[in-house]
């Protein structure tokens, strides 16, 4: 998040300035994501999503018994179907997740209870993380005191919440410090994943072809807590379509985490909509190997008299003591995993922390939450409250709970279904409000029924009827995730109702509020390419004016190029003492330069931002063209000059400013058309 606006004043200098007239400039900048690899946007999902592999096999067949792996997969193979829904809205969106994608298609009251919904998933990520980090660890320490003749026997689920409790505590306090996880730990965390995976498949595979493999029985053993409310229907406890959805719904929660898709969107380095793609993909085949290879091994190596009942709750912890090797070589393998199941997990606490603030903090911004909310820390500028409200509910979910991984995974599977649900309901409205092209669609799209002109989105509604009848089915099943859920929702969206009454304004539509932005106020004397973070890299500059019309930016941004680019508007002063007035950002830069950084991030390519104040609007850009030493200048087509009398002009003013044999580009560039020169 942004800071407050800054203002650095200019040190007193006696040099005398370069040229004969001086231009102060203003370098504008914001909380804007650095653009980061699709590799780094993989590893922080993955930080998300592949923290389920430790818990998902154990809670799934609590619930549907041996066959629980045929589903775990089912459900991995219908993620890549809701990850296209997530990737379509994306390409429509750069900013927000569920809560502006229904906003923009259903309006402000679903939007509110979708986001209700996800509040839901985000506040239950950090305890079942928790627990399961805690259930690892407490699983160890027991099998390590067995083997060590010590006579103590550390209780499960009470450890477990306990240490669950020190991991949100600690992270609660990192979040009011500010330190958020980097993706290049997401990224360190995952490589160390990656060992994991590999070491354990390949083991698994070794311990079936010495031991001899048998896949588990498509068969399915609910109990009663399993069937909820439909517990007296005998049509639930069969292979039928009932007793498949039922199943489906229970393994539902092994694709959780896909709303961080969204999330790190914003964060995509260019080509954003190709870059999401691959992170899609790797996403995908990460999951499918994990997690459905490890659910089926699991069920395939582990003896049934102890699996559930000795290591339900840590399923890849008894996986390792029951693989091919000496005992010290499986404790050793074993110790190796609760390792790398604390870094993820407790990687993935602090994922539903900074989920949870940043979900409620857009909400905040929207008129939708007291402005109260959102008061920054007195010392370290966070938002406290948010973070600490968050951090209640978590320890507040942990102790009710009692640390009991099956009713958190159940209650949990609410509000992953239903936002799934929320989204991509939508995505379909959208596709008939907003007829606009697009540049992404999910597939299956027959061209051949065209109802009202459009195309039928038949792949978008399968997706979306598969989801639908998952959550009315897990309604009756889940009983506890039913009623904790319903009562979760209602509590957040009647605290945003009465909040925007309070609050007595309109919301603002959303991504039209202004971006928060520093300020720091420079005499040419000191604008040099280091001040911007650049070192030796080619420069771009590309002259804006106008909010309204940024054609120019969009084409520049649409070439694959990989140079600086600074965003230059030139504020027009006369009379001699118009520096004076410098230290102004008015409300039209700030627009301006809010949809600069929009465009850009749509487009996944970094800026930098910077005001000139002058009396002569060419002089200034040729000026700080010198002054930073750019490779190229870019303009848009004036509506006062032709484009080569724009060229000549820049060319003149650029005369009486070089001193030496740099030479520059220019463009005068339009949404069709474009001319060039060389200085």
Not at 241 to 258: D, R
Request: glycine content about 8%.
């Amino acid at each position: 998040m942004a800071a407050s606006p800054r203002v650095t004043l200019p040190e007193q200098t006696n040099s005398p300035p370069l040229f004969g007239r001086n231009t102060r400039t203003i370098v504008v900048t914001t909380g804007m994501l650095a653009f980061i690899s699709f590799w780094r946007a993989s590893a922080v999902v993955l930080c998300d999503l592949a923290s389920t592999v430790y818990y998902i096999g154990g809670i799934v067949e609590t619930a549907v018994g041996r066959s629980s792996p045929y589903f775990i997969l089912a459900v991995m193979l219908f993620s890549y179907a809701v990850r296209a829904v997530y990737v379509e809205s994306c390409s429509m969106f750069t900013r927000g997740g569920v809560y502006r994608v229904v906003k923009e298609a259903m309006g402000s009251t679903l939007a509110k209870i979708s986001v209700s919904a996800l509040m839901f998933d985000y506040i239950l990520t950090g305890p079942i993380s928790g627990v399961s980090a805690g259930q690892y660890l407490t699983g160890l320490m027991n099998e390590l005191f067995k083997l060590g003749g010590v006579h103590l026997v550390l209780p499960q689920n009470l450890s477990a919440a306990v240490f669950a409790i020190g991991v949100t505590v600690y992270f609660w306090w990192q979040n009011i410090l500010g330190i958020e996880e980097s993706s290049g730990k997401a990224m360190r965390i995952m490589q160390v994943t990656t060992v994991m995976a590999v070491m354990m498949i390949v083991w698994c595979g070794i311990t079936l072809y010495v031991r001899g493999a048998h896949l588990p029985p498509l068969e399915l053993k609910f109990t009663s807590e399993s069937l909820g409310w439909l517990k007296h229907l005998p049509a639930a406890r069969t292979i039928g379509a009932l007793g498949i959805m039922i199943a489906f719904g229970h393994s539902i929660l092994a694709m959780s985490g896909e709303e961080s898709l969204a999330q790190i969107n914003r964060e995509i380095e260019a080509p954003k909509l190709k870059n999401l793609l691959r992170t899609g993909l790797i996403i995908f085949l990460y999951s499918m190997l994990l997690t459905s290879l490890i659910s089926f091994f699991a069920v395939m190596i582990v003896p049934d008299a102890v699996r559930m009942s000795k290591y339900g709750d840590n399923l890849i912890g008894g996986l390792a003591m029951f693989v091919v090797g000496p005992l010290w070589i499986r404790i050793a393998l074993r110790a190796f995993v609760v390792f790398v199941g604390f870094l993820i997990l407790a990687g993935a606490v602090n994922t539903s922390i900074v989920g949870s603030t940043g979900v409620l903090t857009r909400v905040a911004e929207d008129g939708v939450l007291l402005d109260w909310f959102r008061h920054p820390h007195r010392r370290y500028g966070t938002n406290h409250r948010i973070v600490n409200l968050v951090a209640l509910m978590q320890i507040g979910t942990i102790v009710l709970s009692r640390g009991d991984m099956f009713l958190l995974g159940e209650a949990y599977a609410f509000g992953v279904i239903w936002s799934f649900v929320f989204k991509t309901l939508s995505v379909v409205v959208l596709r008939y409000r907003q007829t606009a092209p697009r540049i992404w669609q999910v597939p299956l799209n027959l061209k051949w029924f065209r109802p009202g002109g459009q195309d039928f989105p038949l792949g978008l509604i399968l997706t979306f009827l598969v989801l639908f009848a998952t959550a009315l089915i897990n309604l009756l099943t889940k009983q506890v995730a039913t009623v904790a859920g319903i009562g979760f929702t209602a509590a957040p969206f009647l605290i945003f109702e009465i909040s925007q009454k309070v609050n007595g304004h309109v919301e603002h539509a959303y991504g039209e509020e202004p971006e928060k932005f520093n300020l720091e106020f420079i005499d040419e004397s000191g604008l040099h390419p280091k001040l911007l973070g650049f070192d030796g890299q080619v420069k771009k500059i590309i002259a804006i004016r106008d909010p309204g019309n940024l054609s120019h930016l969009h084409r520049y941004l649409s070439e694959p190029d990989h140079a600086e680019l600074i965003a230059l508007t030139v504020r027009m002063e006369k009379g001699l003492a118009s520096s004076d007035g410098v230290q102004l950002f008015t409300d039209t830069e700030q627009k301006l330069f809010s949809r600069v950084v929009k465009t850009c991030e749509d487009h996944g390519r970094a800026v930098s931002q910077l005001v000139a104040v002058s009396n002569d609007q060419i002089h200034a850009i040729a000026r700080i063209a010198y002054l930073l030493g750019a490779d190229e200048v870019v303009m848009g087509v004036s509506e006062r000059f032709q484009p080569d009398v724009q060229l000549e002009n820049f060319a003149m003013h650029w005369g009486s400013l070089a001193q030496s044999e740099h030479h520059v580009k220019v463009r005068v560039l339009s949404a069709t058309q474009g001319v060039r020169g060389e200085i």
